[in-house]
Protein backbone atom coordinates (compact mmCIF):
# COMPACT_ATOMS: atom_id res chain seq x y z
CA UNK A 1 0.00 0.00 0.00
CA UNK A 2 2.99 2.55 0.64
CA UNK A 3 4.16 1.67 -2.62
CA UNK A 4 1.50 2.56 -4.15
CA UNK A 5 1.18 5.64 -2.72
CA UNK A 6 4.37 6.69 -3.34
CA UNK A 7 5.36 7.31 0.34
CA UNK A 8 7.85 4.22 0.70
CA UNK A 9 10.94 5.30 1.71
CA UNK A 10 10.23 8.80 1.47
CA UNK A 11 12.35 11.26 3.18
CA UNK A 12 10.62 14.65 2.77
CA UNK A 13 7.61 17.02 2.46
CA UNK A 14 7.94 16.99 -1.09
CA UNK A 15 7.34 13.43 -2.16
CA UNK A 16 3.13 13.51 -3.07
CA UNK A 17 0.98 10.37 -2.86
CA UNK A 18 -0.05 8.86 -5.97
CA UNK A 19 -3.93 8.69 -4.82
CA UNK A 20 -5.19 6.70 -7.61
CA UNK A 21 -2.71 4.25 -7.17
CA UNK A 22 -3.35 3.92 -3.62
CA UNK A 23 -6.94 3.68 -4.19
CA UNK A 24 -6.99 0.47 -6.45
CA UNK A 25 -3.94 -1.13 -4.26
CA UNK A 26 -6.70 -0.74 -1.69
CA UNK A 27 -9.81 -1.91 -4.12
CA UNK A 28 -7.24 -4.86 -4.96
CA UNK A 29 -6.46 -5.74 -0.29
CA UNK A 30 -10.17 -4.98 0.37
CA UNK A 31 -11.57 -6.57 -2.87
CA UNK A 32 -13.75 -3.53 -3.27
CA UNK A 33 -15.23 -4.14 -6.88
CA UNK A 34 -16.67 -0.69 -7.78
CA UNK A 35 -14.69 1.84 -8.77
CA UNK A 36 -14.23 5.32 -7.83
CA UNK A 37 -16.74 8.20 -9.08
CA UNK A 38 -14.30 10.00 -11.58
CA UNK A 39 -16.26 13.16 -10.02
CA UNK A 40 -15.19 12.14 -6.65
CA UNK A 41 -11.87 11.44 -7.72
CA UNK A 42 -11.24 14.61 -9.15
CA UNK A 43 -12.64 16.39 -5.56
CA UNK A 44 -10.54 14.81 -3.64
CA UNK A 45 -7.59 15.47 -5.54
CA UNK A 46 -8.23 19.24 -5.54
CA UNK A 47 -9.40 19.33 -2.45
CA UNK A 48 -6.61 17.37 -0.56
CA UNK A 49 -3.54 17.98 -3.07
CA UNK A 50 -4.03 20.67 -5.58
CA UNK A 51 -5.70 23.31 -3.65
CA UNK A 52 -6.74 22.40 -0.04
CA UNK A 53 -8.25 25.86 0.17
CA UNK A 54 -10.66 26.56 -2.94
CA UNK A 55 -14.13 26.32 -1.86
CA UNK A 56 -16.13 23.63 -1.76
CA UNK A 57 -18.58 25.20 -4.35
CA UNK A 58 -16.03 25.64 -7.00
CA UNK A 59 -14.58 22.28 -6.76
CA UNK A 60 -18.38 20.60 -7.23
CA UNK A 61 -18.88 23.35 -9.93
CA UNK A 62 -15.51 22.23 -11.50
CA UNK A 63 -16.92 18.32 -11.34
CA UNK A 64 -21.05 19.62 -12.31
CA UNK A 65 -22.45 18.92 -9.13
CA UNK A 66 -24.01 20.63 -6.23
CA UNK A 67 -21.88 21.02 -2.73
CA UNK A 68 -24.77 18.94 -0.83
CA UNK A 69 -24.69 16.10 -4.00
CA UNK A 70 -20.33 16.14 -3.62
CA UNK A 71 -20.17 15.77 -0.04
CA UNK A 72 -22.50 12.67 -0.57
CA UNK A 73 -21.05 11.30 -2.88
CA UNK A 74 -17.49 11.63 -1.47
CA UNK A 75 -19.00 10.31 2.24
CA UNK A 76 -20.94 7.40 -0.26
CA UNK A 77 -17.46 6.75 -1.88
CA UNK A 78 -14.26 7.37 -0.17
CA UNK A 79 -16.48 6.57 3.39
CA UNK A 80 -15.13 9.94 4.67
CA UNK A 81 -16.92 13.46 5.00
CA UNK A 82 -14.76 15.23 2.44
CA UNK A 83 -14.18 18.39 5.23
CA UNK A 84 -12.27 15.94 7.29
CA UNK A 85 -10.25 14.26 4.37
CA UNK A 86 -9.76 18.81 4.21
CA UNK A 87 -8.12 18.83 7.25
CA UNK A 88 -6.16 15.52 7.71
CA UNK A 89 -4.38 17.10 4.08
CA UNK A 90 -3.65 20.65 5.79
CA UNK A 91 -2.41 17.93 9.01
CA UNK A 92 -0.32 16.27 6.51
CA UNK A 93 0.98 19.54 5.48
CA UNK A 94 1.53 21.48 9.03
CA UNK A 95 3.30 17.93 10.11
CA UNK A 96 6.21 18.20 7.16
CA UNK A 97 6.47 22.01 8.14
CA UNK A 98 6.94 21.03 11.67
CA UNK A 99 10.86 20.09 11.58
CA UNK A 100 12.07 23.46 9.84
CA UNK A 101 10.12 25.89 11.75
CA UNK A 102 8.03 26.66 14.94
CA UNK A 103 4.09 25.26 15.09
CA UNK A 104 2.70 28.49 14.54
CA UNK A 105 3.99 28.85 11.28
CA UNK A 106 3.32 25.34 10.47
CA UNK A 107 -0.18 25.94 11.17
CA UNK A 108 -0.29 29.03 8.73
CA UNK A 109 1.52 27.54 6.15
CA UNK A 110 -1.24 24.42 6.08
CA UNK A 111 -4.37 26.83 6.10
CA UNK A 112 -5.07 26.35 9.95
CA UNK A 113 -7.07 29.22 11.91
CA UNK A 114 -3.80 29.29 14.29
CA UNK A 115 -1.90 26.51 16.75
CA UNK A 116 -4.46 26.12 18.79
CA UNK A 117 -6.35 25.04 15.74
CA UNK A 118 -3.59 23.08 14.33
CA UNK A 119 -3.60 21.73 18.03
CA UNK A 120 -6.80 20.20 18.46
CA UNK A 121 -7.02 18.86 14.90
CA UNK A 122 -3.61 16.75 15.78
CA UNK A 123 -5.29 16.03 18.93
CA UNK A 124 -8.80 15.19 17.35
CA UNK A 125 -6.80 13.36 14.03
CA UNK A 126 -3.87 11.16 16.17
CA UNK A 127 -3.64 11.65 19.71
CA UNK A 128 -0.65 14.08 19.61
CA UNK A 129 0.16 17.42 19.84
CA UNK A 130 2.63 19.07 17.04
CA UNK A 131 5.24 19.55 19.98
CA UNK A 132 5.48 15.78 20.34
CA UNK A 133 5.64 15.62 17.06
CA UNK A 134 8.81 17.65 16.61
CA UNK A 135 12.32 15.17 16.27
CA UNK A 136 14.13 15.07 19.27
CA UNK A 137 17.39 16.73 18.79
CA UNK A 138 20.29 15.06 19.85
Known sequence: MLAA???????????????????????AVAGCPTALDPRVAHAVHVCTLRDPDMPL?????????????????VRQDVGIALARLRRWSRLRAAIACLPTGPAALAAATAGFADQAHLTRTARDFIGRTPASLRPVKA
Open 5 to 27: LGTAGSDGPGTHADLAAGYAELR
Open 57 to 73: ASVAGEVGLSAPRLRAL
